[in-house]
């Protein structure tokens, strides 16, 4: 290999370049890459690179994954409730609450143990239909785009473009998207997915035409919307699919290539399916409808997932939504994964897979013997394959005490919270007990409260840290952090003398109250949707927030019932606390709830349609009826049973 030869300025300019994620200067290519640099015209090169969106904000990719690689702004994931049993160690489906972004990064740094060598690098399909707030087209009053509106479309671009590089790193090397945008959007997401994946790995444009919609008097009636295809390299799932065509010029086919279709009366051949997809869309009438605004039909998914999936392949949402995704999955045999930060979505999403058996059968289901016994458009009849709840970035603060007890897991849980890896192997070299990280390079320990006799009799003071300086004798110095529980501390920040004299600074960083102080100076926790109407805005949490107690009481009263009591802890962004029923998002209904089963959500009631005096006009009301309240924080209560 040839000797690189650079000046002390050439160097400092390199890594200059490398520390902001840029490209270094062109003329440093011939010194870095002598044997090979004058086959290249540089400024030829520069004038073939794909054609990219500059704005405002935008990041290199390296900087975006080096950002999850750190820790920063990846959750660890809690297990909120199971539906379904598995043997040890079997696979289970999940729907994730939480910040998709969160969950994407939690995915890439694959040291959660609920999803660790699970799904980074083994998602076959991934499809998403983001639902991204990008207000009006057009400000001005000659058309122009508004400043307000540019700001919009460049954080739609960069937030897009910021999960895709994620998904991209969680797609196997044969798996595939789809990216589901109107008219608004996609030539934006073209380029962007051209950038991230390649142009040479775009395939298909596909365009999903449906009759619903209005007429327009001033332009072209909007009659579609567009998929972007795309594959993460030069091999990829594909399975050929049919479906009928009604072509008026039979271009040669024979007569006998022809069918009659039986609703319809017309003439179709099977010719196989081609990009421009003509699909009913979610007509208010069609059985599979569960009022969830922007709701995408089966057979759209149905196409994709048999298209670029086979069976027992990982199929992913991160924008969840109504399920439909989850659900299709689920019945064309495939495992899946779901997300929304949304309650009211995830509990759409979880009684439209515990109701599947009611849902219609996507294929013929046979028997052993190769019989059929459910026919497709007949009900499903099965019940769905165990899954999940699971919660990204929100925590029951008791369930994470209870990590204790599992002493791996509340280690990767504390080290998280602060941003930080575990990385036992460099940490040995101080050869002193419960150091598991290193933070800029000092050394990080999880105070034990795994070990009950060492909470009970130990706290950290002035005592326990000379403890650890003497245990180290002149090995130890400069900073040393301590992550620990508040009260299992009476001493903040302190400088002890090692046994050379030189200073150790001791740094607490105890949790949970600090770290939400922290976060909210640099965050702002988004609210739970209060109305049907903001149901799919754009919305993002912080890093990390921990579930507070909500309390209601309600009674019945005449057309439907009152909430009489309603209590939660948190906080406006004025630090006051939310009056009356100001706090609450939304409440859900359970039609049929019997304790100890699962919730199964009929209506949703929004905080909009509920009267000052907490009334809600609710007709049906059935005798057996549960109610969970969600604050605007996404806590909710337990079941009240409506007396």
């Not at 007429?215 to 091999?235: C, E, G, I, M, N």
Request: net charge neutral; proline share 4%; with cysteine.
């Amino acid at each position: 290999m040839a000797k690189v030869n650079l000046t002390p300025d050439e160097k400092a300019n390199l890594i200059e370049a490398i520390n902001k994620g840029v490209e270094p200067k062109p003329d440093l290519l011939p010194k870095l890459f002598p044997g090979t640099a004058e086959k290249f015209d540089v400024q030829a090169l520069d004038r073939a690179k794909i054609p990219t969106l500059e704005y405002a904000g935008k990041r290199s990719k390296a900087a975006i994954l080096a950002e999850a690689h750190a820790g920063i702004g990846a959750a660890p994931l809690q297990t909120v409730r199971c539906l379904g049993e598995t043997k040890n160690g079997e696979w289970k489906n999940m729907i994730v609450q939480g910040d998709n972004l969160q969950f994407l990064k939690t995915c890439y740094r694959n040291v959660d143990l609920l999803i660790k060598n699970k799904v980074k690098g083994k998602v076959k399909l991934i499809y998403i239909d983001p639902p991204f707030a990008t207000k009006s087209d057009f400000g001005g009053k000659n058309g122009e785009r508004s400043y307000s509106d540019k700001v919009a479309t460049a954080e739609f671009i960069e937030s897009l473009r910021e999960r895709l590089i994620f998904m991209r790193e969680l797609l196997a090397d044969d798996g595939s998207i789809y990216l589901h945008l109107d008219q608004k959007m996609s030539h934006y997401a073209k380029i962007i997915m051209d950038e991230i994946f390649g142009k040479d790995n775009y395939l298909n444009e596909v365009i999903w035409f449906y009759k619903t919609g209005g007429a327009s008097k001033d332009r072209w009636a909007q009659k579609h919307d567009t998929l972007l295809f795309y594959a993460k390299s030069v091999q990829w799932v594909f399975n050929p699919q049919q479906e009928k065509s009604f072509m008026m010029h039979k271009y040669g086919f024979k007569k006998s290539d022809f069918k009659i279709d039986p609703e319809t009366g017309l003439q179709y051949s099977m010719v196989y399916s081609r990009d421009v997809w003509d699909l009913p869309s979610v007509g208010s009438a069609t059985s599979e409808r569960v009022d969830y605004p922007t709701q995408k039909p089966e057979v759209l998914l149905e196409r994709m997932i048999n298209a670029s999936s086979n069976t027992g392949d990982l199929v992913m949402d991160i924008f969840g939504g109504s399920g439909t995704t989850a659900a299709v999955a689920e019945k064309l045999g495939r495992r899946w994964i779901t997300c929304d930060f949304g309650k009211h979505a995830i509990y759409t999403m979880q009684r439209r897979l515990l109701r599947i058996g009611e849902s219609k059968a996507l294929v013929d289901e046979q028997d052993k013997d190769g019989e059929v016994i459910v026919k497709k458009g007949d009900p499903y009849k099965k019940a769905p394959n165990p899954f999940c709840v699971v919660s990204s970035g929100a925590y029951d603060f008791s369930h994470v005490m209870d990590l204790r007890k599992h002493k791996e897991t509340y280690i990767d849980f504390v080290l998280g919270l602060f941003g930080l890896v575990r990385d036992e192997e460099k940490a040995k070299k101080y050869r002193l007990a419960n150091i598991y990280a290193l933070w800029d390079n000092h050394p990080v320990e999880v105070y034990p409260i795994w070990d009950d006799e060492f909470l009970r009799k130990v706290k950290i003071d002035e005592t326990y840290l000379r403890g650890i300086a003497t245990q180290a004798g002149g090995r130890l110095k400069g900073d040393y952090y301590i992550i620990t529980p508040e009260s299992c501390t009476n001493v903040g920040d302190t400088t002890i003398k090692n046994q050379e004299g030189r200073d150790i600074h001791f740094l607490i960083k105890p949790f949970p109250y600090k770290v939400l102080e922290d976060i909210s100076r640099n965050f702002v926790l988004c609210e739970q949707p209060s109305s049907q109407a903001n149901v799919n805005n754009l919305i993002t949490s912080t890093a990390f927030y921990f579930n507070d107690d909500v309390k209601i009481k309600a009674k019945r009263c005449a057309k439907g019932f009152k909430l009489c009591t309603f209590e939660t802890k948190i906080l406006d962004r004025e630090g006051r606390k939310f009056p009356g029923f100001s706090g609450l998002a939304m409440l859900l209904v359970d039609l049929d709830y019997e304790p100890g089963k699962p919730f199964d959500m009929d209506r949703t009631i929004f905080a909009t349609d509920i009267a000052e005096d907490g009334k809600v006009i609710f007709e049906g009301l059935t005798k057996s009826v549960g109610i969970i309240a969600i604050d605007r924080h996404g806590n909710e209560s337990k079941p009240y049973n409506l007396e």
